[in-house]
């Protein structure tokens, strides 16, 4: 019989201060970066393969009845597909556990009422929002809409934009993914598409811009919603100190970062105490060892 969360007594990393052990045995679950943590793809995100002891440390975590969330702030597939693709590395994860920041951006638009969309993104982008019950407004012309996202989208055109902003000026929000220039991938560092595009619409109209994604508290607060979790009770891990680790100290939750990906220990150590992540690990795999071992 799996034990319960709130039972869990993993030994304690002896690297860690005190503090940050008690923190880390307190943890009911995990929000867990995909890209530079768990898995690395191509720079489309496609070809995920997992990184060394993620599929172990996952299995642990589930054999122990501690749950986790999976968040990436990719848009290039559906989170259901990101969630097929994530079991087909072996990893054991429910559709509902794999958040994107179209998972938190439907929240955001729907508790606010937006009714009408401009999707900037593929189908990664549309489908979930139109499942969601969400009317979806072509990018063409001067569209009338309550919104606009943008997600990754490396078909965006001039006209395309064009019509971004005739919705911004005809009194859309502007919401995007992601403000981060790049993400973890087998090659290095790939650039995203969200930043710039976002960019663009906000230079030419002058309007505001809220992330929908990680660092967001909305992109946090999706995730303990579907781990049924307080923001204190999680840990969160990942490779980007501006993302996960940001994310993390906005919402109260123990912040663990790897090397795996965006960031290494050089660039952890840089940042300052408030916004420095509460444990660095070379990756998941001494993360589970740390759990495990002691050590």
């Known amino acids: 019989m799996t034990a319960p969360a709130d039972q869990v007594s993993p030994p304690a990393p002896q690297s860690a201060p005190p503090d940050v052990v008690e923190r880390l045995l307190a943890c009911a679950g995990f929000v867990l970066d995909l890209d530079g943590t768990l898995a690395l793809g191509d720079a489309l995100n496609h070809g995920l393969e997992p990184l060394p002891g993620a599929v172990e440390f996952t299995g642990w975590l589930n054999r122990r009845g501690v749950p986790y969330a999976v968040c990436t702030n990719g848009t290039t597939r559906t989170p259901d597909d990101y969630a097929s693709a994530v079991r087909g590395m072996g990893f054991e994860l429910d559709d509902e556990l794999m958040v994107t920041p179209v998972t938190s951006a439907i929240d955001v638009l729907t508790r606010r009422g937006h009714r009408r969309v401009v999707a900037l993104g593929g189908d990664g982008v549309r489908i979930p929002l139109q499942d969601a019950g969400l009317d979806l407004v072509e990018p063409v012309g001067r569209p009338q809409a309550d919104a606009v996202f943008v997600g990754g989208y490396r078909e965006f055109t001039m006209d395309v ?79 980007d100190p501006d993302l996960e680790i940001a994310m993390a100290r906005r919402g109260g939750a123990l912040a663990i970062g790897v090397e795996t990906g965006i960031a290494n220990r050089e660039a952890y150590d840089a940042l300052p105490p408030r916004r420095a992540a509460h444990l660095v690990m070379t990756g998941v795999h001494d993360l589970l060892k740390a759990l495990t071992d002691g050590r």
Do not use: N
């Not at 811009?209 to 204190?232: D, Q």
């Open 161 to 239: 934009l064009e019509a971004s902003c005739y919705a911004v000026w005809g009194g859309a929000r502007l919401y995007t993914a992601s403000q981060s220039p790049f993400f973890a991938s087998r090659g290095g560092r790939a650039l995203g598409t969200s930043r710039a595009i976002t960019a663009m619409i906000r230079s030419v109209t002058g309007c505001p811009t809220e992330v929908v994604g990680k660092p967001s508290r909305h992109a946090l607060r999706s995730a303990a919603r579907r781990l049924g979790l307080p923001f204190r009770r999680l840990a969160v891990v990942g490779d």
